[in-house]
């Protein structure tokens, strides 16, 4: 009988994440691919309550410090980016 390997949830977590920001450098036209990562990593997070957010890839590669210098408008969809291109914590 065969021994079961189990991976930590932290270490699916950084997978789907690089997955994710991988696929959305790669394939930026795949965002259905992206989702699905989502669902997934989001749907095992809670699961085992470890559900700590995410934060949109673009806004911590450089976008938050755009919004800042064009004066924090109000709407910030712009500095987001690809809104399936998410950082899960």
């Not at 997978?15 to 699905?36: C, F, L, Q």
């Not at 590669?61 to 910030?76: F, H, K, L, S, V």
């Amino acid at each position: 009988m065969s021994k079961r390997k189990m991976i930590s949830v932290e270490e699916l977590k950084n997978r789907v994440n690089s997955m994710i920001r991988a696929n959305a450098i790669s394939m930026p036209d795949n965002p259905e691919g992206r989702r699905t990562l989502r669902i997934l990593i989001a749907c095992a997070l809670m699961d085992t309550g470890n559900y700590h957010g995410f934060s949109y890839t673009k806004w911590f590669e450089g976008g938050c410090e755009q919004w800042e210098a064009d004066g924090r408008p109000a709407d910030r969809t712009k500095y987001l980016g690809d809104l399936d291109n998410v950082h899960y914590h």
